[in-house]
């Protein structure tokens, strides 16, 4: 078997026995033909020397840390997966350093511009769009209500089926990495926008009949997250926040900040945006940290 059929083969496994997601397969598929095209002789057959001198050719192209740790994981993956099935009998990358790499602090808006956001969302809904496409205006207000109401990620949010909208339920299972189901909260806004939205496209022969919430004319049958992304930024700019600094992800990230700021746990947290491990969470503690320091310079009897 070659290094091509072996990289398959994992690639079936982490499908079939840990119910990878197709985005994560796709990244793991880049990251390990990116390799094997490096590593002379194969991927299969390389040792601890040959996958070094491949990391410190990526560091030497410019690769940040995170995407050099993300490569490496991708190997390390693949040769436990080898060595499980008996294909070799030993681990090159099991004395291969992970490189060091900071743990930025996720963008995120305040909760004045994320609330300048969704107003400017409601106007254009309303009849304010600026070039008149209700459907789209109506659209996006949804999208952007639904995503700040439930922190969903992106790929969950565009890909969402209309039943969401027609059981008009407080709460909805949502299937996210993993093939793993969790339940996320609806606001009252988030309901409104939604009914609005499916009044609109239940309008369309075009979409009526299709079974995702935001249906388009993609390969998929519904929104591209790119479409959204480009939606969304524009939004930003015409609410006055600089398109630079917003996507779905911060949007995202908006609702666990916020979320913390106002007296959550960050276990709720967790289990809200789908996080397998509590230490993925984690990267918000700095929002914890801010609140206790207020919290104790606000009750503390010894406080200035």
Known sequence: MNSAARIEAFLEMMSAERGAAENTLSSYRRDLEDAAQAIGGGLAGAGTADIRAYLDDIAA???APTSQARK?????????????????????????????KGRPLPKTMTEAETGRLLDRAAEEAG????????????????????????????????GLPVTVAQRDDRFFMVRGKGDKERMVPLSAKARDAMRAWLAERAARPAHAESPFLFPASSDSGHLSRQVFARDL????????????????????????????????????????LGHADISTTQIYTHVLEERLVRLVNDHHPLAD
């Open 233 to 272: 930024k524009g939004l930003a700019a015409r609410a006055g926040i600089a398109s630079a600094k917003i996507s779905p992800h911060v949007l995202r990230h908006a609702f666990a900040s916020h979320l913390l700021q106002n007296g959550a746990d960050l276990r709720a947290v967790q289990q809200l």
């Open 61 to 63: 192209r410019g690769f």
């Open 127 to 158: 009849g304010a769009a600026p070039d008149g496409d209700r459907l789209a205006a109506l659209r996006l207000h949804a999208l952007v209500e639904v995503l700040y109401a439930t922190g969903l990620r992106v790929s969950e949010l565009v």
């Open 72 to 100: 490496l994981s991708a190997i390390r993956q693949f040769f436990k997966f080898l060595y499980a099935e008996g294909l070799r009998g030993d681990d090159p990358t099991g004395t291969l350093d992970s490189p060091r």
